[in-house]
């Protein structure tokens, strides 16, 4: 289960990475913020 919340917590993007970038990408409310996460994570990267 993905807890979108996970987001508000920093540690959660060093402890969990891929958990945290997908919860970013969920919430994401414009499309540079989609194309900031998929610079930052190769996974969400080659999904686009």
């Known amino acids: 289960?993905?807890?979108l919340?996970?987001?508000e917590n920093p540690?959660?993007?060093i402890n969990m990475p891929q958990v945290?970038?997908?919860a970013k990408?969920?919430?994401a409310a414009i499309w540079e913020e989609i194309q900031m996460?998929?610079?930052k994570n190769e996974v969400?990267?080659?999904s686009k």
């Open 1 to 3: 289960m993905l807890q």
């Open 5 to 7: 919340n996970q987001t």
């Open 11 to 13: 540690e959660n993007e």
């Open 20 to 22: 945290y970038y997908w």
């Open 25 to 27: 990408l969920f919430k």
């Open 37 to 39: 996460l998929a610079k």
């Open 44 to 46: 969400i990267n080659q």
